[in-house]
Every structure is written in structure tokens, then in C-alpha cells.
Nanobody, 126 residues
Framework: VQLQASGGGLVQAGGSLRLSCAAS????????MGWFRQAPGKQRDLVATITTGGARNYEDSVKGRFTISRDNARNTVYLMMNSLIPEDTAVYYCAASTEDHYSSDMYIYPGTFDYWGQGTQVTVSS
């Protein structure tokens, strides 16, 4: 599985950005996709994930501001980020999981994901 992420950039607080992640290769093996982010000096944390069944997980601080969606025809996952704040500044990583879990709650952990795209920088200025 290969993941190609795009859409990062510099935006003012209150602005919006949309990230895209296109999957290719053995896409039939993917059970969930999502986004994680890593700020300097911090660990990589959940932003949002979505399973093939449509179950979604969001980190608490992005609920109501970010929306994850998927276009199965294009094998692409999107992250629409609204009302951005400086604390959202980080490198955002797209990820895919081939692990099959009964509970979608398992897809909040970076260790559940076995394929990663290159990071894309998101910078929110105050």
C-alpha cells in the first residue's frame, strides 16, 4: 500500500484547509485510514480515522471543527479542517491499517496502522 498525502500549508487562525490522502497498491487489504499529527517535541497523536464501514474516530480537540470522509471510487480520504487554531500546527501524517478489528475504537492508536504516507506540514498563524 502506498499513500500520497497533499493539501498542507500556512493559514491564519480561523481559516480552513483540506488534506487529501490517495491510496494505491493493495487497497483491498485496507480496513481503516486516517490522519495523525506530530508537533515538535511531541508524540504522534490521533486526529481522525475512518473505517471501511464508515465508523469515525476524532480526537476531542478537533470534534466539531474537522471532518474526515472517504471517496471509495478514488481510494482517497479527506480531512476538512475548519476553524483552525495555532495549536493545530503540526506535521500531519496519513495512515492506513490492514488490521481487522471488531471495534472501531482500536483505530485510534498509531500502532494499529501499518502504512504511512509522507507528512504534510500544517501551520496556523495567530
Amino acid at each position: 500500500v502506498q499513500l500520497q498525502a497533499s493539501g498542507g500549508g500556512l493559514v491564519q487562525a480561523g481559516g480552513s484547509l483540506r488534506l487529501s490522502c490517495a491510496a494505491s497498491g493493495s487497497i483491498f487489504s485496507i480496513n481503516a485510514m486516517g490522519w495523525f499529527r506530530q508537533a515538535p517535541g511531541k508524540q504522534r497523536d490521533l486526529v481522525a480515522t475512518i473505517t471501511t464501514g464508515g465508523a469515525r474516530n476524532y480526537e476531542d480537540s478537533v470534534k466539531g471543527r474537522f471532518t474526515i470522509s472517504r471517496d471509495n471510487a478514488r481510494n482517497t480520504v479527506y480531512l476538512m479542517m475548519n476553524s483552525l487554531i495555532p495549536e493545530d500546527t503540526a506535521v500531519y501524517y496519513c495512515a492506513a491499517s490492514t488490521e481487522d478489528h471488531y471495534s472501531s475504537d482500536m483505530y485510534i492508536y498509531p500502532g494499529t496502522f501499518d502504512y504511512w504516507g509522507q507528512g504534510t506540514q500544517v501551520t496556523v498563524s495567530s
